[in-house]
């Protein structure tokens, strides 16, 4: 489900824009494509991130404080505010 601005290689650049992944045209369009799943969200971001840092570690490339950032820092915007109820749940 990368669509437009996927990764070069996990961990690496968007293959799109050249910026690092996952870049902010990729971030919006995720938003989009899982509108309503904001669980599924973090799960497929997550994965990602671990995937990022096996494969920069794979390919002995140096760590990148930003990682963590750009994959999982803006998912608070798709998750419940602690204590709030989901929609449905009465």
Do not use: K, N
């Not at 650049?13 to 045209?25: K, M």
């Amino acid at each position: 489900m990368t669509g437009q601005h996927p990764p070069r290689y996990a961990g690496g650049p968007c293959f799109t824009c050249g910026r690092p992944w996952p870049c902010f045209e990729r971030q919006v369009a995720s938003l989009v494509e899982f509108a309503g799943m904001g669980d599924l969200l973090v799960a497929y971001m997550g994965d990602w991130y671990r995937l990022g840092v096996e494969e920069r570690r794979r390919r002995g490339l140096p760590f990148d404080p930003e990682l963590e950032a750009r994959h999982l820092g803006w998912l608070d915007m798709v998750l419940p505010a602690r204590g709030e109820q989901r929609g449905g749940d009465g």
